[in-house]
């Protein structure tokens, strides 16, 4: 009797395994689906204004990584994230994009609302910002580093930790290369061969 009980104690936690790979393997796979259009490499090159009225440019940002993210007032996903963003943008450059989400009047009222005014955003009132980034689900993230390339790219909801590592990574993994001889584009070709 000792023996079925350890047969089906050992069924039980190999289905149970089995589900949890079937699980991961459907998330990750949905996950690069929604990525598969995203652009990688140099960031795409784009200025535009901010709610304040003052001109951005995307290469203002070059010598320190930026947190690019796209978000919708209307995006019930988006409101999870906003924390997370709220917290990031305490330490780290975060520029982000309303998505299809109104004029500028609509945006800062939302803005008012959720209590994000902090956020540097472009209103992206026509989704053209967000067609050059291939951004179609939000919230959307990119990642990039100092030298203006997209390092980190990321549909969906994300944690503060997250983009915390994700960041450091970006200012901190390239400087690691280049002490040991390497550019970037010659580590991460050693990386994807080993």
Same mark, same amino acid.
């Not at 795409?44 to 440019?57: C, E, H, R, T, Y």
């Not at 009222?109 to 939000?138: C, T, Y």
């Given at each position: 009797? *000792?023996?079925v009980?350890?047969? #089906?104690?050992? %069924?039980? +936690? ?28 140099p960031?795409p090159?784009?200025q535009?204004?901010?709610?304040d ?5 995307i290469?203002?940002? %070059? ?16 409101k ?8 990031i943008? #305490?330490? +780290? ?10 004029n ?5 009222q939302?803005?008012?609302? %959720? ?5 540097a955003?472009?209103?992206d009132?026509d989704? %053209?910002?967000?067609e ?9 993230s990119?990642i990039?580093? *100092? ?14 930790w ?5 960041? +450091?990574?970006?200012?901190?993994v390239?400087?690691f290369?280049e ?13 994807t061969?080993e």
């Amino acid at each position: 009797m *000792s023996q079925v009980v350890v047969k #089906k104690r050992k %069924r039980s +936690w190999m289905r149970l395994l089995l589900e949890i790979i079937i699980i991961l393997v459907i998330i990750f796979g949905l996950r690069m689906w929604f990525q598969r259009d995203l652009p990688s490499g140099p960031a795409p090159s784009f200025q535009a204004v901010l709610i304040d009225g003052k001109l951005v440019n995307i290469k203002d940002y %070059r010598g320190e990584p930026l947190l690019l993210h796209f978000w919708a007032s209307w995006c019930k996903f988006c409101k999870l994230s906003e924390s997370s963003i709220t917290n990031i943008d #305490k330490d +780290w450059n975060v520029l982000s994009v309303a998505f299809q989400s109104g004029n500028k009047d609509e945006v800062s009222q939302h803005m008012k609302e %959720r209590n994000i005014e902090s956020w540097a955003v472009v209103p992206d009132e026509d989704g %053209r910002l967000a067609e050059l980034f291939g951004v179609k689900a939000v919230p959307a993230s990119y990642i990039i580093d *100092s030298k203006g390339l997209i390092k980190v790219k990321e549909v969906g909801i994300t944690t503060t930790w997250g983009l915390r590592a994700r960041l +450091w990574y970006a200012q901190n993994v390239d400087g690691f290369f280049e002490t040991l001889g390497f550019s970037s584009a010659q580590a991460d070709d050693k990386i994807t061969t080993e």
